[in-house]
């Protein structure tokens, strides 16, 4: 009965963190504000629950996906969805064309939708 009673329990838990999903990249943008210096903005959607659960950071792939940057998100944005941050000073080499952004949560980590960006044509 006890292991029931405890299970019973953790079923909130359980499903408050599945409903709220992974983050998902829906837009972004990126503008070379230098040779080879870029500002990216960046649209996320994450159902934030709080502290517990929320969209914290995005990254920008090249190649092979190597990180090329990370934006670190400090605080949940429970009452702003989907919500858009910005990026300053990205160097990306002069081979990179094209970027992957994707972004990561603090329960389930990766594997919501990415974004490819064309950076130079």
């Avoid at 299970?7 to 990126?30: I, N």
Wanted: proline letters at 5%.
């Amino acid at each position: 009965m006890k292991i029931f009673f405890a299970f019973a329990l953790s079923l909130p838990v359980f499903f408050s963190c599945a409903l709220a999903g992974e983050a998902d990249v829906t837009d972004a943008r990126a503008k070379e504000t230098s040779p080879g210096v870029f500002r990216f903005t960046v649209t996320v959607f994450h159902k934030d629950e709080g502290w517990e659960h929320y969209a914290d950071r995005w990254e920008i792939l090249g190649p092979d996906d190597v990180i090329l940057a990370t934006r670190v998100l400090t605080h949940p944005h429970v009452h702003e969805q989907p919500f858009t941050r910005a990026m300053d000073d990205v160097r990306l080499p002069t081979d990179v064309h094209n970027v992957t952004i994707r972004a990561h949560d603090s329960v389930h980590g990766y594997g919501g939708k990415t974004f490819r960006l064309s950076i130079r044509e």
